[in-house]
Each structure stands twice: as structure tokens, then as C-alpha cells.
């Protein structure tokens, strides 16, 4: 079957209105994008994961806004951006202000959220951790703290071109990273920040950073 290339907005987007979706490049074979865990509602390791979250919080790569939603359902003051049009309006459905917006465009609330929340693999983001984290450095408090998902310790990180394959039509290359427990200290430190606790949720490795 002939592929058409197209943005991975429009890819991604197809993937959140129901398409079966691949992800291309993460590893030896094709892995299905795990679109249903996005757009249920949160469940019991989602919420253990936001009560490390201290309000405000933005949520950062939100898509359709599971975690926002409970995040506010508890009474969190809470943004989330992403990059897709389809992903924040989906957000937006669920009654969640989002905004649609790149971690490195200006922001709302620069340098004053107590949290920033970097779930469900978004660590990956850009594909180079360390900037990632060094700019969501400058939208923290400087009291503030980074609860970060990460991949499970003995995982292999990387920095890989990645595609979306979703009926019959594929995105173009995109960089993403996998960033595992077991590196998330010496990366952290680069951006200047540092590893306050290491949390296994579940089957999940999130770990909390906070300002050096």
C-alpha cells in the first residue's frame, strides 16, 4: 500500500477521532499508539501520579485531556497546551482550559507554575530532553517541581526519527526520545535540576525534579 505523507498534526489528529494508529521508529517494529489510555478517563495510578502535582499546574503535551480533567476535578488551577488542534478541543470538551500551543512558544504564567507535568512518555518531546527540561525550568517557580513519566529503569534511552501511521496515511519524521528511570538524574542535572524522589506507580516510573 502506497503511504501519503502528511503533518503529524493531521496524523495525530486522525488517531484521536478513533483511526487505528501506529508509531514507527521507537524500536524493531510498528507499536500501536496507546490512544485509548488518552482518551479515557484518568484512573487509579493517573491520580496517585497527580497528587504529586502541586496547583498551578500545566500540563504540558496534554492531548485530550485526561489528566487536566481530574487535575481540575480536585480543584487544581491547571493549563494544559498542546500542539494539535484536535487534542485541545478535545481538552477543551472536557471542560479544561488548554491552549493550543509548543512548550517553547511564550507561555501564560511564565516562571510561576508550581508544577509542570510531563506524562504519558511527553519527556520525549523535541526529542532532546535536556532542552526540554532546561526550558520548562524557566516556567517553574523557582520552589516549583517537574513530575515527569518516565520509561521503567533497565529501558534503553535515546533520541530516535519517529513516524505516525494512521489510515493509510503517514506523518513526516519527528524527533522523539525515551528517557529512563535509570538516566533521568544526569539528564536532569544538565538542565539544572535535580532528582527529589523516584516514585513505581503501578507499572509506571515518574520521578518529581526540583530547581539545583
Excluded at 487505528?20 to 489510555?37: M, N, Q, W, Y
Excluded at 494539535?84 to 511564550?106: I, T
Excluded at 520552589?143 to 520509561?151: D, H, K, Q, S, T
Aim: charged share 20%; net charge negative; proline share 5%.
Amino acid at each position: 500500500m502506497t503511504l501519503t505523507d502528511d503533518s503529524f498534526s493531521t496524523v495525530f489528529s486522525a488517531a484521536l477521532q478513533g483511526s487505528p494508529c501506529a508509531v514507527i521508529g521507537l524500536g524493531d517494529a510498528p507499536r500501536d499508539l496507546p490512544v485509548a489510555s488518552w482518551t479515557r478517563e484518568a484512573d487509579a495510578d493517573d491520580r496517585e501520579i497527580l497528587a504529586l502535582c502541586e496547583a498551578p499546574t500545566l500540563d504540558i503535551g496534554c492531548g485530550p485531556g485526561r489528566l487536566a480533567a481530574a487535575l481540575a476535578a480536585a480543584g487544581h488551577n491547571v493549563l494544559g497546551i498542546d500542539v494539535v488542534h484536535e487534542a485541545v478541543g478535545q481538552a477543551r470538551g472536557r471542560g479544561v482550559s488548554a491552549l493550543r500551543r509548543d512548550v517553547f512558544d511564550e507561555l501564560p504564567g511564565e516562571g510561576r507554575w508550581h508544577t509542570a507535568l510531563l506524562a504519558d512518555g511527553n519527556v520525549g518531546i523535541g526529542g532532546d530532553p535536556v532542552a526540554l527540561l532546561s526550558r520548562i525550568r524557566q516556567l517553574i517557580d523557582p520552589r516549583g517541581r517537574v513530575v515527569v513519566e518516565l520509561a521503567a529503569p533497565g529501558s534503553r534511552s535515546a533520541s530516535v526519527w519517529a513516524r505516525l501511521e494512521c489510515d493509510g496515511t503517514r506523518s513526516r519524521p519527528f524527533r522523539w526520545a525515551v528517557l529512563a528511570a535509570d538516566d533521568v538524574g544526569p539528564v536532569a542535572a544538565q538542565a539544572g535540576l535535580a532528582v527529589a524522589a523516584t516514585h513505581a506507580i503501578g507499572d509506571r516510573w515518574v520521578a518529581v525534579l526540583r530547581r539545583l
